[in-house]
């Protein structure tokens, strides 16, 4: 078993349409995070939510944590072809260092 | 230069062959990273350095072989090689605290 599950796995949508994709686990994190990975690219982070309950809004995403911290979600309005790409949430486990774990990812295409 | 370089971008080896991935960044960060990506699985961690020490070898096989000789530069040594371990490897680094991960864009390796 995974210890971030995400879904969907894969989602195909028009441009113009809004989704969400959502990320969740059994366990409770400090905080979560958000990447997006473009083809042929490393993850960038996105955002990091670390508050139960915490909305954070980039552009037309927008990011919430569980009020449990166990799960995330990512809602993308007005979906663009420049949101193609691999998005993957990740938390931070603890240690000395940092040390971040991450989900199993959702793989979105837009069509013009 | 900012941000975190990997070179080579693509390598082809043979399974006897020995090759190293590079990997450098200047942004101040004290902790680096080798995460492998293959297809249909999360990213999984390789081996974490935090202040040129390594602190983390996750059961990575032998034929892998990680250096850090200075908070910039991060090598992955690879020998005799099989064909499963053809896969994206990314290099990424980060400072203390909960600030998430910069990514290199990876090197696409295949074994033949």
């Known amino acids: 078993t995974q210890l971030l599950e995400q879904s969907p796995q894969f989602l195909s949508i028009q441009e113009g349409e809004n989704l969400t994709v959502y990320c969740n686990s059994s366990?409770?994190?400090?905080?979560l995070q958000w990447y997006r990975q473009e083809p042929g690219e490393g993850p960038v982070l996105l955002v990091t939510?670390?508050?139960?309950?915490e909305v954070k809004k980039l552009k037309r995403l927008t990011f919430q944590f569980g009020d449990a911290r166990k799960d995330s979600s990512l809602h993308i309005t007005a979906a663009q072809p420049g949101d193609t790409g691999l998005y993957l949430c990740?938390?931070?486990?603890?240690?000395?260092?940092?040390?971040?774990?991450f989900g199993t990812g959702t793989k979105l295409q837009v069509i013009p | 230069e900012t941000g975190v370089t990997q070179t080579p971008r693509h390598l082809v080896m043979g399974m006897t062959n020995k090759k190293s991935l590079k990997c450098e960044q200047h942004?101040?960060?004290?902790?680096m990273y080798w995460y492998k990506q293959s297809a249909k699985k999360p990213l999984e961690l390789m081996f974490v350095?935090?202040?040129?020490?390594?602190?983390e070898n996750n059961s990575v096989p032998s034929r892998f072989s990680p250096e850090c000789p200075n908070s910039s530069h991060l090598f992955l040594h690879l020998h005799t090689l099989q064909p499963e371990d053809s896969a994206l490897y990314l290099c990424?680094?980060?400072?203390?605290?909960?600030?998430?991960?910069?990514f290199g864009s990876g090197t696409r390796l295949t074994v033949v």
């Open positions: 990424a680094s980060s400072r203390t605290g909960n600030y998430g991960y910069t």
């Open positions: 366990s409770v994190f400090s905080s």
């Open positions: 939510v670390v508050t139960g309950g």
């Open positions: 990740a938390v931070y486990r603890s240690g000395g260092y940092q040390k971040v774990t």
């Open positions: 942004l101040g960060h004290n902790a």
């Open positions: 350095y935090s202040l040129e020490e390594r602190v």
